[in-house]
């Protein structure tokens, strides 16, 4: 199937044949569904914490945190287009040469182009959109009363002005301050700068970025970071990666034979977010908190996200405390029986691990063993918040294929929603995940795990794709929260649903959590 052309360009992107061969049966064999067991719900794989609890993990956190390597981890490679779709398609239907269509003014929902529009100085790029036009010689507000839609468009959306449609999210305006607008980028440097503060007075966060972005996006942070050093009266350690070429899948055609460009070479496409698990790996930190690029508030509703993140970074490190005793003990060989039936108690009561059937006849030597095997692995601790009818994965018990269940965050994609019993577990789910993990990736005697040793390749995702006016099939890896973590220590926390204020269209910036 493929030349030797072919298998220079493979190897240059660092992917192994044996890689490439797996794809490709992915795609013939498709990927099986995941096997629900039951919704995690609270008190049954969702804790919820007394206040005394909160208030007690929120010290311990602010304790500890300053002694040891805390970063954030923000994936943020994506491009900000889907936030426009809606305003793309009216711009086209301009276009057409028909005038307004008439559902613009028919149509006044929030979501819609004539709230979009009738709000438009709400927006924090409002006046750089105004300077924009004003260098043609034109007013944004003349602009707006002729209802010259395509030129104000033109200037958001295209080259000619703010060129917001071939940005990522991190460098759109998101919130208006006295001082300025703030990029949701900005936004995460306070947060950060807020419980990622060592002893040193250094914040450190990491972003994901595309290699067409990282130009605009070094020339923000050179821009903004002296602002907030001297706001917060610290350093802030910014550094970026991009998505390794080595990440990327095959794509095929519907009868699953790989596709080529124009010019003959082999068709390969970025896999999804699961792509990232190398970027995670290659950090060099005992706490890493993740969290999307678009789920950021003004500073106004900043303080329950920074109470809930030491919150939960304060539970992963209570958790971690009593693993890695364990596990140095058991190491050690200097352990009692008492301690291994206390560590096995503290396992079962926080589902840290699913311990075989028969455990407990079992000698304590064997316990032991069983213990330090199944527990030595990566920590992750996950924020749930009730479900108001917003997508995102939602937290479930599953069966493994060992048999063993295990928490795991699932997605639509991944149940068979033609099994009636599956669909009305996937349904009876009270809680979803917004994407706010605090995660360890370092084993006891502080060496990093290899995370793909912890990854579900089942979970894969098959997707429909276009390119050039043809069909192919697109493989997506394991989720970076799903599949690619499927291995790890998983604890499910309650948060507040304050916490979650995602935007995912233009018109979220209009919400009044972003006012």
């Known amino acids: 199937m493929f030349q030797q052309d072919d298998l220079n360009q493979i190897k240059k992107k660092g992917i192994t044949l044996k890689t ?11 990927f099986p569904f995941i096997r629900l067991l039951r919704p995690a719900i609270l008190d049954d794989g969702i804790i919820t914490l ?57 149509d006044t929902s929030f979501n819609s182009v004539n709230y979009f529009f009738h709000n438009i100085q709400r927006f924090a790029f409002y006046h750089d959109l105004q300077s924009s036009l004003m260098k043609e010689g034109k007013l944004l507000e003349q602009a707006l009363a002729k209802k010259d839609f395509a030129l104000i468009l033109d200037h958001l959306l295209g080259e000619v002005g703010l060129n ?14 006295e001082d300025g607008p703030r990029a949701a980028m900005e936004e995460h440097l306070v947060e950060a700068a807020n419980y990622t503060r060592d002893r040193n007075d250094v914040s450190t966060i990491h972003f994901t970025v595309s290699p067409e972005h990282i130009g ?80 950021i508030v003004p500073d106004r509703l900043k303080p329950p996200t920074i109470e809930n993140k030491k919150l939960i970074g304060g539970f992963l490190l209570h958790i971690r405390r009593r693993i890695f005793d364990f596990l140095k003990k058991a190491g050690s060989g200097n352990i009692t029986i008492e301690e291994i039936h206390e560590m096995a108690s503290f396992t079962a009561s926080r589902n840290l691990v699913c311990l075989p059937a028969g ?52 997605e639509s994609s991944q149940v068979n929603m033609k099994d009636e019993g599956q669909t009305a577990i ?76 995602p935007v995912k269209t233009i018109n979220d910036l209009l919400r009044d959590e972003h006012q």
């Open 216 to 295: 605009k996006f070094d020339a923000m942070v050179a821009a903004v970071k002296e602002k907030y050093e001297a706001r917060f009266h610290m350093h802030l350690d910014i550094h970026h990666s991009i998505q390794k070429s080595s990440t990327d899948t095959i794509a095929v055609d519907e009868d699953n034979f790989p596709l080529r460009k124009p010019k003959g070479t082999l068709l390969f496409r970025p896999s999804g977010h699961g792509a990232l698990l190398a970027n995670l790996g290659e950090q060099d930190a005992d706490v890493i908190f993740i969290k999307n690029i678009d789920n």
């Open 50 to 106: 007394s206040e005394k609890q909160k208030k007690e993990f929120i010290r311990f956190f602010e304790e500890q945190a300053p002694s040891l390597r805390v970063i954030k981890f923000v994936p943020a490679s994506g491009a900000a287009s889907r936030m426009f779709k809606h305003l793309f398609e009216f711009r086209e239907s301009l276009e057409a040469g028909s005038g307004i269509p008439e559902n613009y003014f028919s």
């Open 20 to 30: 490439l061969e797996n794809q490709l049966d992915h795609f013939r064999q498709g």
């Open 359 to 410: 455990f407990e006849q079992k000698t304590e030597e064997t316990q032991c063993s069983i213990l330090a095997r199944e527990l030595n692995r990566p920590i992750r601790v996950c924020g749930m918040v009730r479900n108001e009818d917003e997508p995102g994965g939602g937290p479930f018990w599953v069966a493994g294929q060992d048999g063993k269940s295990s928490l795991q965050i699932v």
């Open 426 to 501: 996937f349904r009876a789910s009270t809680h979803f995940n917004p994407v706010d993990l605090v995660c360890c990736t370092i084993d006891y005697k502080g060496n990093p795990f290899n995370l793909q040793d912890f990854v579900d390749e089942s979970t894969g995702f098959i997707s429909l794709k276009s390119s050039g006016g043809r069909t192919l099939k697109a493989l997506e890896l394991p989720g970076l929260w799903n599949g690619s973590m499927a291995g790890w220590i998983t604890l499910f926390v309650q948060i507040p649903l304050i916490t979650f204020n």
């Open 164 to 177: 917001y449609a071939a940005l990522p999210k991190a460098l759109l305006a998101f919130h208006s301050y």
